[in-house]
């Protein structure tokens, strides 16, 4: 019996849009991106300290994203940062698919050529090409009128792995675990000021996974308890079971340190970016 192999689905990381228009990175970038700036509004104006050195947060209105999104629609939006999930997927869609990608999708597309009749498109020119004309004339033409325009044709020595693209906001790739672990650190943290950060850690691994299994194999929301461990010569010390997660309390706060980061370099035209100030 001869097996087929099985042929894995390609990871399409462009995706098109109904008019043709094509993202530069996956739909999750831009979803993240405008969760971030909504986010990053409703904290405005808060101080985060950073290694010692205190930044407060707030947007540099010159730059040239936030002179082609309007930041006060955003701010308007249902609040993302709540202590109660349930209804913020349901905000984060609002604010998405109901507002942020129709309006702002255009921003985020590749700009490459356009095959249509008597369409003159904004910040494009128009190039009749005459039939049965060769790809190598075409392409001579082209060169030719660039060299004419006070903008010359650039020719971009691209390394490997690298791309250029000519959309009007390009964002760098993003992963979804992490700036999803980032979102609940960010909501958690400044909805719950006496939480600690095993609190903070706790809650946020349990709305994200809630199969999650602790220590001990422990599926809710563990308490911290006292528990007898053997000492030094065989005698019995009493301590609490903080300890088996320190490196998740250590892990906590790097978190929160970067969620604060990611906020002031979005402030100022940079996402995403959290491992330091720029």
């Known amino acids: 019996m001869v097996k087929s192999r099985k042929i894995l689905k ?13 993202f530069v990175q996956d739909i999750n970038v831009y979803r993240w991106f405008a969760v971030f700036i909504k986010c990053a509004l409703e904290l405005e104006g808060k101080s985060f300290t950073i290694k010692g050195k205190v930044h407060k947060l707030k ?3 010159n730059h ?7 930041l006060k629609s955003i701010k308007k939006t249902t609040k993302l940062i709540k202590s109660d999930y349930k209804s913020v997927p349901k ?14 999708r255009n921003l985020f597309n590749e700009k490459s050529t356009i095959f249509d009749e008597a369409v003159i498109r904004k910040d ?8 049965n004309y060769s790809i190598k004339k075409i392409v001579a033409d082209v060169k030719y009128w660039y060299s004419k325009k006070e903008v010359k044709l650039k020719f971009v020595n691209r390394g490997k792995g690298k791309q250029v693209n000519n959309a009007d906001i390009v964002l760098e790739l993003t992963n979804e675990d992490v700036m999803k672990r980032l979102f609940h650190t960010l909501r958690i943290d400044q909805t ?7 609190d903070i850690y706790f809650h946020r691994t349990f709305i994200i996974n809630k199969k999650h299994k602790f220590k ?7 308490k911290i308890v006292r528990s007898n461990r053997k000492g030094a010569r065989d005698t019995r010390v009493t301590q609490t079971i903080r300890t088996d997660y320190n490196s998740d309390i250590r892990s906590t706060q790097r978190d929160i340190r970067y969620y604060k980061i990611l906020l002031l370099n979005l402030s100022k035209g940079v996402f995403p970016k959290f491992d330091n100030v720029i």
């Open 10 to 22: 390609q990871i399409v990381r462009r995706r098109i849009g109904h008019e043709g228009g094509r």
């Open 124 to 131: 494009y020119s128009t190039i009749q090409i005459p039939p």
């Open 192 to 198: 719950n000021p006496n939480f600690t950060n095993l």
């Open 216 to 222: 001990n194999g422990l599926t809710g929301i563990p």
């Open 59 to 61: 947007f540099d209105r």
């Open 64 to 70: 040239k994203w936030w002179k082609l999104i309007d």
């Open 91 to 104: 905000s984060i869609d609002q604010l998405f698919n109901g507002m942020f990608l129709s309006k702002y």
